[in-house]
C-alpha cells in the first residue's frame, strides 16, 4: 500500500516557523516529482512549492519565497517543507503529493499521485 504520512503541523505565532515532513512508505521517491500544497478555509487548493525527481528543479509562489524551503532525502524517504517568517496568510491544510508526471513546474499531476493526509497549521496570535 502506498503511503505518504505527513507531520509538523500546528499552531504558531506570526514570524515563527514550523517543518513539515512526508514519510513514503510503499515506493521509494526516487522517481517522483514532489509537490506541497495548502488549502485555506473557504479556498481552492495551491501548489506552494515543489521539487523535480532530481531535485534540480524547484519552484516557489510568490507569496512564499524566501521564506520556505522545499527539500528531499531520498536516502530517509522523506521530503520536508521548512517554513519560517510564518504569517496569518499561510493558515491551511497543507499536503503533500508524489508522482511521476509534472504538469507546470515540477508540480507533480496525474490519478496516480501519492497524497498524505493533510496536515493543519494555523499562524495566529
Known amino acids: 500500500q502506498l503511503q505518504f504520512v505527513e507531520s509538523g503541523g500546528g499552531l504558531v505565532q506570526p514570524g515563527g516557523s514550523l517543518r513539515l515532513s512526508c514519510a513514503a512508505s510503499?515506493?521509494?521517491?526516487?522517481?517522483?516529482?514532489i509537490g506541497w500544497f495548502r488549502q485555506a478555509p473557504g479556498k481552492g487548493r495551491e501548489g506552494v512549492s515543489c521539487?523535480?525527481?532530481?531535485?534540480?528543479?524547484?519552484h516557489y509562489i510568490d507569496s512564499v519565497k524566501g521564506r520556505f524551503t522545499i527539500s528531499r532525502d531520498n536516502a530517509e524517504n522523506t521530503v520536508y517543507l521548512q517554513m519560517n517568517s510564518l504569517e496569518p496568510d499561510d493558515t491551511a491544510n497543507y499536503y503533500c503529493?508524489?508522482?511521476?508526471?509534472?504538469?507546470?513546474?515540477?508540480?507533480?499531476?496525474?490519478?496516480?499521485?501519492?497524497w498524505g493526509q493533510g496536515t493543519l497549521v494555523t499562524v495566529s496570535s
Open positions: 503529493a508524489a508522482g511521476p508526471r509534472t504538469g507546470y513546474q515540477c508540480y507533480p499531476t496525474g490519478g496516480d499521485r501519492v
Open positions: 510503499g515506493f521509494t521517491l526516487d522517481n517522483y516529482a
Open positions: 521539487i523535480s525527481s532530481s531535485g534540480f528543479s524547484m
